[in-house]
Every structure is written in C-alpha cells, then in structure tokens.
C-alpha cells in the first residue's frame, strides 16, 4: 500500500508540476500577444493584414488565458486530491486501529463472559449446597434455660 501511495503522491505532483509550467508557458504567451494586440504591425504590410495579426493576437491572448486557467485549475485539483489521498489514508489507519481495538474487545468480552458464567454456576451450587445443609432449630425453651443456667 505503501508503494501505491507513494506513486499516486508522485504522479499528482507531477500533475501540478505539469500544470504550474502550463499556466506559466500560457501567460508567458498572452504577454507576447498582448503586444500585438496594440502593435500597429509591421511597417510595410497592408492595413488588412496588420489588422489580421491584430485579430489573431486577441484571439491568442484569449486563448493563453483559457489556458493558464485551466491550467490552474487542474494545479488545484491535482492538489486536492493528493490532500484527500492523504486523509483517506489517515482515516484507514485509524478504521483499521479500530478494527484492531474492537477484534481485542470481542476477547475481552469473551473472558469477561466466561468468568461471569463461572461465577453464576458458582452461586447456583452455593446456593444449592445451603438449601441441601442441615439447618439446626434452636428450641426457644432450650435458649432460655442456658441464659439463666449460665
């Protein structure tokens, strides 16, 4: 399980990685276009086609920007997943502490039931013993005799 946490860590990560230079390369290009948005062209070229380029630019920087977003948002969720690898696999430790600390209960519990089903058949053959013992009756003529002979 270990080596399976391991890989899926390194491969988000590798997806952010991948993301943040994605989002970088995107803005790195908006800027790039950004100024042929504003640019007048290239001296030389017909009006139609310096407005072309222009044209093409904002289409571009609109594009870097649908990029870097995107980008980011995947940096993002690849984030979030690694964060809710990492409390699914705390929470399978403790599932499983658990599981262990329960499974120890369940045989205490068992000798506990052990021990009082002992005691029971304890009472049951005391109480037995002193319903078959001999009680003597002390005759209340008896009893006074000795105290005034005494």
Sequence with gaps: MSENRERREESL???EAEARRAASDA?????????????????????????????????????ADRQAST??????????????????EG?????????????ENREELRGIQQDADELGEQVARTHEQADRAPI???????????????
């Design 136 to 150: 003597p009756r002390i005759d209340r003529a008896e009893d006074e005799r000795d105290r005034h002979v005494g």
């Design 91 to 103: 929470n399978t430790r403790g599932l499983d502490h658990a599981g262990q600390t329960l499974r």
């Design 13 to 15: 990560r590798e997806v």
């Design 27 to 63: 803005r790195a290009f908006r800027k790039e276009n950004e100024r042929g948005v504003h640019d007048e062209g290239s001296p030389g070229l017909p009006a139609d086609v310096a407005e072309v380029d222009r044209v093409r630019a904002g289409d571009n920087v609109e594009l």
């Design 71 to 88: 980008a980011e948002a995947q940096r993002r969720a690849a984030g979030i997943l690694r964060h809710n690898a990492e409390i699914l």
